[in-house]
């Protein structure tokens, strides 16, 4: 069974910074391209990032390019997504997703999601 | 970035009803789009893909059809762990962009 469980989520400050992680396991991690969606409380779907598989390719929205960075470690099963120069207008739910086969664009996973809450 | 427009926002129905949500694309995306399902406090779960094929694991009742800009998502006959929010995205370009959602509602 796939899973994929998020973690790293909570309080921190405008300016500060984050890291995300996401666990995955029942399937090979490395056969797959992963991203990071976001939900700001009561909106909707936000696409915020790409890694390819063996991450030669990642892609960024506009809204978080030059302050996050997404990363993955093949050998731990893990996606991150590192947060910096947080914004309050970053509050949101964050969801790690895997593509159906590499780069489909659509998500039939997603974990449960963690809360990141950006505010003084 | 291609933009994604659901109508409605919002729809009351009632068990047993027929529902349809359009999803409108502002260039042509061929069939790449989807649908989600999400229910509060949960994750997103996707129901169909390339615009017609149904999720392992979905019930039949729910179809998708489209090509271009416009796309539908149909509910043949609502049951009640059907009230959710839908969302279409497509995966024609990058970025991936989803529609504002519509809330399907118990009458």
């Known amino acids: 069974e796939v899973q994929l469980v998020e973690s790293g989520g909570g309080l921190v400050q405008p300016g500060g910074s984050l890291r995300l992680s996401c666990a995955a396991s029942?399937?090979?991690?490395?056969?797959?391209?992963m991203n990071w969606v976001r939900q700001a409380p009561g909106k909707g779907l936000e696409w915020v990032s790409y890694?390819?598989?063996?991450?030669?390719?990642?892609y960024y929205a506009d809204s978080v390019k030059g302050r996050f960075t997404i990363s993955r470690d093949n050998a731990k099963n893990s996606l991150y997504l590192q947060m910096n120069s947080l914004r309050a207008e970053d509050t949101a739910v964050y969801y790690c997703?895997?593509?159906?086969?590499?780069?489909?664009?659509?998500?039939?996973?997603w974990g449960q999601g963690t809360l990141v809450t950006v505010s003084s | 970035d291609i933009q994604m427009t659901q109508s409605p926002s919002s729809l009351s129905a009632s068990v047993g009803d027929r529902v349809t949500i359009t999803c409108r694309a502002s260039?042509?995306?061929?069939?790449?789009l989807n649908w989600y399902q999400q229910k509060p406090g949960k994750a997103p779960k996707l129901l169909i893909y390339?615009?017609?094929s149904l999720q392992s694991g979905v019930p039949s009742r729910f179809s998708g059809s489209g090509s271009g800009t416009d796309f539908t998502l149909t509910i043949s006959s609502l049951q009640p762990e059907d009230f959710a929010t839908y969302y279409c995205?497509?995966?024609?370009?990058?970025?991936?962009?989803f529609g504002q959602g519509t809330r399907l509602e118990i009458k």
């Open positions: 029942g399937f090979t991690f490395s056969s797959y391209s």
């Open positions: 390339a615009a017609s």
């Open positions: 260039q042509s995306i061929s069939s790449y």
């Open positions: 890694i390819s598989s063996s991450s030669s390719t990642i």
């Open positions: 997703a895997r593509d159906d086969y590499d780069s489909s664009g659509y998500f039939p996973y």
């Open positions: 995205q497509q995966s024609y370009s990058t970025p991936p962009t």
